[in-house]
């Protein structure tokens, strides 16, 4: 199975699980991260190609990990791996947001580890993390062996809204732009390689994901206006593709409000929330032929229901 297939499936199972699709949880395995799929991005930036993506940034002092893979014997590849690249003694970590692929593996990291985090993820973490571990532990038996006695620490650093990280050499700059994906959707960019780390915010290949009230359509394409501005030479999405370019957030609010168009027209009509969200649905599989995850369609017509007038 290739890791496209296998994370559309995995995502339709946690929609099954949390009660927005009928379609039966999958018993699957899970990939694991594995030190074979590194991909050097830029100078300073290289990927862990993966369930998710995860992101080491190295400098001369520091090096900057993104993301953890799923429970703490992903997350003790990713510190191999970053020991290995390492110049600097100093070990950072950082999340794109809570969900449990992206933060699981916190664990494996050495207590010298500084965990820097935006203090809205973790009041989310704190709220949703373990219904959300919950969830993938139910998907297969290897789910539930990775994910045993998951244990977080308290962040050395919270921060509101934008903070920069001199890695030495290299500066990352971590930052939130407001709800999207999630409440606490955290983005990193790499300034000096023009490198951006943007969570679910910008995928290729893969319909929008919004799993609950705290998504906003609205957000998103406020978010994806502001990454814009960046202009990123290269972008490396937490899922499907490794690397793209700044196009992509062209062709993620063309579909955003594509999407908040004929939701709003649907509503405006009267139409059901649940009949317009299978009626899009149907409509966009044909119309966006690339992309994967069709089954959050519904959810997303429903983000846009909540949001018009």
Known sequence: MTL????????AA???????????KAQLPQPL???????????????????????????????????????ERNGATVVRVAQKLAKGSNLYLTNTHYHSEHTAGEQAFPASTIILRLALQQEEMNKRVAAHLEVFRNMSAQNKDL??????????????REMKLDLGGVTARLFWLG?????GDELIFV???????????????????MPNED????GWLAALDQLEILKPRVIVPDHLSAVTDASEI??????????????????????????????????????????????????????????VQ
């Open 33 to 71: 991260v594995s030190e074979d799929t590194l991909k050097r991005v830029s100078e300073h930036v290289y990927a862990l190609v993966g369930f998710p993506n995860i992101g080491i940034v190295v400098g001369n002092r520091g090096t900057l990990v993104i993301d953890t893979g799923l429970g």
């Open 250 to 307: 062209g062709n993620e609010r063309a579909y955003l409000l594509d999407l908040q168009s004929r939701g709003s027209e649907l509503k405006q009509q009267g139409v059901a929330v649940d009949d317009a969200g299978k009626k899009v649905a149907t409509e966009f599989q044909t119309k966006y032929p690339e992309r994967q995850g069709a089954i959050y369609i519904p959810n997303e017509v429903k983000r846009v229901y909540e949001q």
């Open 191 to 209: 300034e000096e390689d023009s490198v951006l780390f943007p969570g679910d915010i910008v995928q290729k290949g893969l319909f929008p994901i």
């Open 147 to 160: 994910l045993q006695d998951v244990k977080f620490r308290t962040p050395d650093v919270l921060f509101d």
């Open 4 to 11: 496209s297939k296998y994370f559309f499936r995995v995502s």
């Open 215 to 218: 998504s906003s359509v609205k």
């Open 179 to 183: 709800a999207a994906h999630t409440k």
């Open 14 to 24: 946690v929609l099954a699980i949390l009660g927005t699709t009928s379609m039966a």
